[in-house]
Protein backbone atom coordinates (compact mmCIF):
# COMPACT_ATOMS: atom_id res chain seq x y z
CA UNK A 1 0.00 0.00 0.00
CA UNK A 2 1.78 3.48 -0.87
CA UNK A 3 2.14 5.65 1.97
CA UNK A 4 -0.22 8.72 2.19
CA UNK A 5 0.49 9.92 5.81
CA UNK A 6 3.03 12.10 6.73
CA UNK A 7 4.60 11.59 10.16
CA UNK A 8 2.97 13.73 12.82
CA UNK A 9 5.61 16.03 14.90
CA UNK A 10 4.65 15.33 18.40
CA UNK A 11 3.09 12.12 17.55
CA UNK A 12 -0.04 12.70 19.55
CA UNK A 13 -3.63 11.40 18.32
CA UNK A 14 -6.83 13.56 19.17
CA UNK A 15 -8.72 13.28 22.47
CA UNK A 16 -12.03 12.22 20.69
CA UNK A 17 -12.76 9.53 17.95
CA UNK A 18 -14.47 12.63 16.03
CA UNK A 19 -16.15 16.11 16.69
CA UNK A 20 -19.10 17.81 14.92
CA UNK A 21 -18.53 21.00 13.36
CA UNK A 22 -21.89 21.86 12.46
CA UNK A 23 -24.99 20.09 12.90
CA UNK A 24 -24.80 16.67 11.44
CA UNK A 25 -21.40 17.38 9.73
CA UNK A 26 -18.27 15.32 11.94
CA UNK A 27 -14.38 15.16 11.49
CA UNK A 28 -12.62 12.03 13.16
CA UNK A 29 -9.57 9.38 12.50
CA UNK A 30 -8.58 5.89 12.98
CA UNK A 31 -7.13 6.30 15.90
CA UNK A 32 -7.35 8.73 19.24
CA UNK A 33 -5.52 9.36 22.70
CA UNK A 34 -7.98 8.63 25.71
CA UNK A 35 -8.01 10.35 28.62
CA UNK A 36 -5.25 8.26 30.48
CA UNK A 37 -3.17 8.77 27.36
CA UNK A 38 -3.90 5.16 25.67
CA UNK A 39 -3.48 5.21 21.78
CA UNK A 40 -7.05 3.76 20.95
CA UNK A 41 -8.40 2.38 17.33
CA UNK A 42 -11.80 4.19 15.75
CA UNK A 43 -14.34 1.72 14.79
CA UNK A 44 -17.16 3.02 12.86
CA UNK A 45 -20.29 0.69 13.17
CA UNK A 46 -23.49 2.27 11.56
CA UNK A 47 -23.31 5.81 14.00
CA UNK A 48 -23.54 8.16 10.46
CA UNK A 49 -25.33 7.78 7.57
CA UNK A 50 -22.14 8.46 5.05
CA UNK A 51 -18.79 7.95 5.79
CA UNK A 52 -16.22 9.49 3.57
CA UNK A 53 -12.48 8.07 4.50
CA UNK A 54 -9.41 9.45 2.89
CA UNK A 55 -7.39 6.91 4.72
CA UNK A 56 -8.43 3.17 5.25
CA UNK A 57 -7.46 0.46 7.39
CA UNK A 58 -9.74 -3.11 7.47
CA UNK A 59 -11.22 -3.68 10.47
CA UNK A 60 -12.48 0.33 11.01
CA UNK A 61 -16.02 0.00 9.61
CA UNK A 62 -18.23 1.26 9.22
CA UNK A 63 -20.77 -1.51 8.84
CA UNK A 64 -22.07 -3.24 5.58
CA UNK A 65 -24.93 -0.68 5.37
CA UNK A 66 -23.51 2.63 5.98
CA UNK A 67 -22.36 4.41 2.76
CA UNK A 68 -18.85 4.70 2.55
CA UNK A 69 -16.94 6.76 0.12
CA UNK A 70 -13.51 6.10 0.27
CA UNK A 71 -10.76 8.12 -2.13
CA UNK A 72 -6.87 7.57 -0.55
CA UNK A 73 -4.81 10.69 -0.51
CA UNK A 74 -1.96 11.33 0.92
CA UNK A 75 -1.10 14.23 3.56
CA UNK A 76 1.11 16.05 1.06
CA UNK A 77 0.62 17.69 -2.50
CA UNK A 78 -2.04 16.27 -4.68
CA UNK A 79 -2.49 15.63 -7.87
CA UNK A 80 -5.38 17.30 -10.14
CA UNK A 81 -7.04 14.08 -10.05
CA UNK A 82 -6.66 13.55 -6.16
CA UNK A 83 -8.20 17.59 -5.92
CA UNK A 84 -10.88 16.80 -8.03
CA UNK A 85 -11.97 13.55 -5.74
CA UNK A 86 -11.94 16.37 -2.88
CA UNK A 87 -13.99 18.64 -4.50
CA UNK A 88 -16.55 15.68 -5.12
CA UNK A 89 -16.32 14.24 -2.10
CA UNK A 90 -16.77 17.56 -0.75
CA UNK A 91 -20.32 17.81 -2.68
CA UNK A 92 -21.18 14.47 -1.54
CA UNK A 93 -21.24 15.76 2.21
CA UNK A 94 -23.34 18.66 1.14
CA UNK A 95 -25.79 16.36 -0.56
CA UNK A 96 -26.18 14.40 2.39
CA UNK A 97 -26.30 17.57 4.96
CA UNK A 98 -29.33 18.70 3.09
CA UNK A 99 -30.83 15.41 3.27
CA UNK A 100 -30.26 15.57 7.19
CA UNK A 101 -27.98 12.42 7.11
CA UNK A 102 -25.21 12.63 9.57
CA UNK A 103 -21.76 12.37 7.64
CA UNK A 104 -18.52 11.70 9.01
CA UNK A 105 -15.24 12.38 6.98
CA UNK A 106 -12.10 10.56 8.77
CA UNK A 107 -8.00 10.48 7.74
CA UNK A 108 -5.70 8.81 9.91
CA UNK A 109 -5.98 11.42 12.52
CA UNK A 110 -9.00 13.85 11.57
CA UNK A 111 -6.43 16.86 10.99
CA UNK A 112 -5.80 17.78 7.38
CA UNK A 113 -7.21 15.07 4.88
CA UNK A 114 -10.27 14.94 6.44
CA UNK A 115 -9.78 18.93 7.24
CA UNK A 116 -9.50 19.42 4.17
CA UNK A 117 -12.55 17.43 2.73
CA UNK A 118 -14.52 19.09 5.22
CA UNK A 119 -13.29 22.65 5.03
CA UNK A 120 -14.20 22.55 1.10
CA UNK A 121 -17.83 21.93 2.41
CA UNK A 122 -18.38 24.59 4.61
CA UNK A 123 -17.30 26.50 2.07
CA UNK A 124 -20.17 25.38 0.03
CA UNK A 125 -22.14 25.61 2.89
CA UNK A 126 -21.71 29.49 3.28
CA UNK A 127 -18.56 29.69 5.54
CA UNK A 128 -15.76 32.11 4.64
CA UNK A 129 -12.33 30.20 4.18
CA UNK A 130 -11.06 31.56 7.81
CA UNK A 131 -14.48 30.87 9.33
CA UNK A 132 -14.37 27.27 8.43
CA UNK A 133 -10.53 26.64 9.45
CA UNK A 134 -11.16 28.44 12.61
CA UNK A 135 -14.24 25.81 13.24
CA UNK A 136 -12.09 22.97 12.18
CA UNK A 137 -9.13 24.02 14.95
CA UNK A 138 -11.91 25.17 17.09
CA UNK A 139 -13.94 22.05 17.10
CA UNK A 140 -11.43 19.17 16.55
CA UNK A 141 -8.07 19.97 17.32
CA UNK A 142 -5.36 23.14 16.77
CA UNK A 143 -3.36 20.70 14.53
CA UNK A 144 -6.11 20.51 11.98
CA UNK A 145 -6.25 21.45 8.82
CA UNK A 146 -1.74 22.74 9.37
CA UNK A 147 -0.86 21.44 6.19
CA UNK A 148 0.23 24.82 4.21
CA UNK A 149 -0.16 22.95 0.99
CA UNK A 150 -3.91 22.83 1.50
CA UNK A 151 -4.36 25.74 2.85
CA UNK A 152 -2.86 27.50 -0.37
CA UNK A 153 -5.32 24.88 -2.33
CA UNK A 154 -8.50 26.37 -0.38
CA UNK A 155 -6.92 29.82 -0.72
CA UNK A 156 -6.99 29.78 -4.29
CA UNK A 157 -10.11 27.85 -4.74
CA UNK A 158 -10.05 23.81 -5.62
CA UNK A 159 -11.12 24.68 -9.33
CA UNK A 160 -8.06 26.84 -10.02
CA UNK A 161 -5.96 24.77 -7.64
CA UNK A 162 -6.73 21.91 -9.59
CA UNK A 163 -5.57 23.50 -12.70
CA UNK A 164 -2.77 24.78 -11.91
CA UNK A 165 -1.54 21.17 -10.79
CA UNK A 166 -2.58 19.61 -13.76
CA UNK A 167 -0.54 21.94 -15.75
CA UNK A 168 3.13 20.64 -13.59
CA UNK A 169 1.33 16.94 -14.68
Same mark, same amino acid.
Given at each position: ??????????????????????????????????????????????????????????????????????????????????? %?? &???? *????????? /? #???? =?? +????????? %?? &???? *????????? /? #???? =?? +?????????????????????????????????
Amino acid at each position: MARTRQRDRDGREPGAPWDEVVPGLWIGGHYWTDPAGELRPVVVEAEFDLVVSLYVRPGHGPDGGVEHLVAELPDAPLTADQI %GA &VQRL *AEAVVRALA /E #ERTV =LV +RCHSGHNRS %GL &VVAQ *ALLSLGHDR /E #EAVR =LL +RQRRSPRALTNETFQDYLRSGLDIARLLTGLHG
